[in-house]
């Protein structure tokens, strides 16, 4: 079965610093990769996600993540924290159903906070 | 506007007494699914429909039925609720699955 590890369910960083959301998975078959964004009482944004090709991925809002096949790895970067990154930030691997429809298996989450 | 909403968005009610979730989208997506998220969870899968009268379970199906009798919506049912059942859920749809578009959530408490 897949399944996801989110490092660290708490991470605090300066305003312009770097954003570092570590993200590991285990999966037996080429996955699907996202993360998305929770914001204060609001539903999931999809920020990006890696299917084939690029391993670096870039998404909305400055972030981007790189697919690391030999790590399983697939963290989520930021070079310049803004106060409005502060969020809780999920990752997911999709779990290939029959029929060609995914299912999403998420991490924990990680809670972002950003100080002045 | 694309979409997908909830309604309620907060729902305060009793062991037992039943209650629906209803879940709409506006994209004609075939893809329809209900997960849970509770703190240090993350969210996980109650039951998913791949198109109308076609749905089946999840990781977390036990104490929830659903129906899909429209494209466009999927309602949450809870016959029975318990405290355990006290979440924040979220109903989320795509076409094919390989992104999904999420609703704002209901959060739900059962006393």
């Known amino acids: 079965a897949q399944s996801v590890t989110q490092l660290g369910s708490h991470v605090s960083v300066s305003e312009g610093a770097l954003v570092l959301l570590r993200c590991n998975y285990s999966?037996?078959?080429?996955?699907?990769l996202f993360w998305y964004v929770q914001y204060p009482n609001q539903g999931l944004q999809l920020l990006l996600k890696y299917t084939t090709g690029a391993t670096l991925v870039k998404g909305i809002n400055g972030f981007e993540a790189e697919f690391k096949k030999s790590e399983t790895s697939f963290h989520l970067t930021k070079p310049s924290a803004h106060m409005s990154d502060a969020a809780e930030y999920f990752c997911?691997?999709?779990?290939?159903?029959?029929?060609?429809?995914?299912?999403?298996?998420f991490g924990a989450g990680t809670r972002l906070a950003v100080h002045p | 506007e694309a979409q997908v909403t909830q309604n309620p968005r907060y729902l305060i009610t009793v062991t037992g007494k039943k209650l629906t979730v209803t879940c709409s989208q506006n994209?004609?997506?075939?893809?329809m699914s209900w997960y849970r998220q509770d703190p240090g969870l993350g969210l996980r899968q109650i039951y998913y429909s791949m198109n109308v009268e076609v749905t089946d379970k999840g990781d977390v199906p036990e104490g929830y039925k659903v129906s899909r009798k429209e494209k466009r919506n999927f309602p949450l049912i809870l016959e029975s609720p318990s405290p355990n059942q006290t979440s924040l859920y979220f109903c989320?749809?795509?076409?094919?699955?390989?992104?999904?578009?999420f609703g704002p959530g209901t959060r739900l408490t059962v006393l």
């Open positions: 989320a749809s795509s076409f094919k699955g390989v992104a999904q578009y």
């Open positions: 997911a691997v999709s779990d290939q159903k029959s029929g060609g429809y995914n299912k999403l298996i």
């Open positions: 994209m004609n997506h075939e893809y």
């Open positions: 999966s037996s078959v080429p996955p699907y």
